[in-house]
């Protein structure tokens, strides 16, 4: 709509914000279907389907005692598109994080940022072939953890 001048345009006519705020497209309908809460990321790591099996190539797989996932078994998979990415998450009870290579070369690094319910914020780094015990799955004694972001990089 136009003023009097002609000079100016309604905001209700205005487009939509090019700023992109980096929230988790379908975040919401996984929290509610997977109890998965996905809070933001570059795009490059994506929450995928578990695979069934041995052959994990090509997926992250995180490992929590929780009731949560695609199945609710407490496997939650992800997936890296390109050389590396981040993506933020809360992730409650984690024990195991598996970076998504199956042998030397293969896969992307981690770096995980983890914290307990206390309030204690660690970093861990998983090898782009391997796993690491975080949480309880590093000491049976310890506190759980919240796994809060993971970054991927090439090997």
Known sequence: MLTAQGSEIAASDQPPSLVEDYSYPGAAAI???DHVQLISGDGHIVYAPCPTGQD????IQVKTTEAIGQTLNGRVCFKVLGTGGEL???IPAVYSIRADGLSA???HKLKASLTTDAGVHSSVDV?????????VGADPN???TTLLELVATAP
């Open 31 to 33: 929290l509610a279907t």
């Open 56 to 59: 994990t190539v090509g997926v």
């Open 88 to 90: 933020t998450m809360k």
């Open 105 to 107: 070369g293969q896969g």
């Open 127 to 135: 090898p782009s072939d391997g796993t690491t015990q975080v949480g």
């Open 142 to 144: 310890g506190d759980p």
